[in-house]
């Protein structure tokens, strides 16, 4: 595959976002839901409208991962959103990370982390944090890879099938070292 680029979005990006993201996200999660109207905002919530309307915040930084100039992934974060465990101030949401099937395992999601955790400490930020559904074994694999440890759990707020809604809340100390596995 055509090496993997990652580059700061801009408001332009904001209708490949919105075909990028609800395929990525249904891709990977659609086992989660029974409820169609639930599944369909959860959709709706990856579409071009919000990502017109995260481009705008002043606390959201967003990064795009391109293979031969086509979008195929996404990065967003929250600067100064707190983390739900430890309350801790200084830190960065890592809200959404997500990448097309295809374009998975060649390194970009490593990549988008990486530009992610450099501009944080740029900003003087001490961590970075996020969370991700207990049943998402190969997300959970990555985030270890990358250096992330578990800071505790929650319950996703959006109704999906019964047993399905544990989270795990993950962070990832700045200039911490990597992880070997
Ligand atoms: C999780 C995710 C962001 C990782 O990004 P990525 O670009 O694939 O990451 P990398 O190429 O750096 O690989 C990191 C590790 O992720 C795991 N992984 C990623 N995709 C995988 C896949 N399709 N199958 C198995 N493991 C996978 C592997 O452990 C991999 O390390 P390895 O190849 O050395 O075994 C990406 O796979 C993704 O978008 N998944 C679907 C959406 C998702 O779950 N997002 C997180 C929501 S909180």
Known sequence: ?????????????AYMLGIIGPAAYAEAYAYLWDRPDAYSEQLQSFGQ?????????????????????NMVGFLSMIVGSLDPVEHRAGG???????????????????????????????????????????SAD?????????????????????????GLSDMVVLAKEINAPQARL
């Open 92 to 134: 960065a949401e890592l809200p959404r990370i997500y990448i097309l099937g295809p374009a998975q395992r060649v390194g970009l999601g490593r990549l988008l982390v990486d530009a992610a955790v450099e501009q944080a400490a740029a900003e003087g930020l001490s961590y970075v944090w996020l969370d991700v559904m207990a």
């Open 49 to 69: 409208h919000a990502f017109e309307a995260l481009l705008t915040r002043t606390d959201a930084r967003v990064w795009v991962g391109e293979v031969a100039g």
């Open 138 to 162: 190969r997300a959970r694999h990555a985030y270890a890879k990358w250096g992330f440890h578990e800071l505790g759990s929650k319950r996703f707020e959006k109704t999906v099938k019964a």
């Open 1 to 13: 595959m055509t090496a993997a680029a990652v580059r700061s979005a801009i408001p332009e990006d």
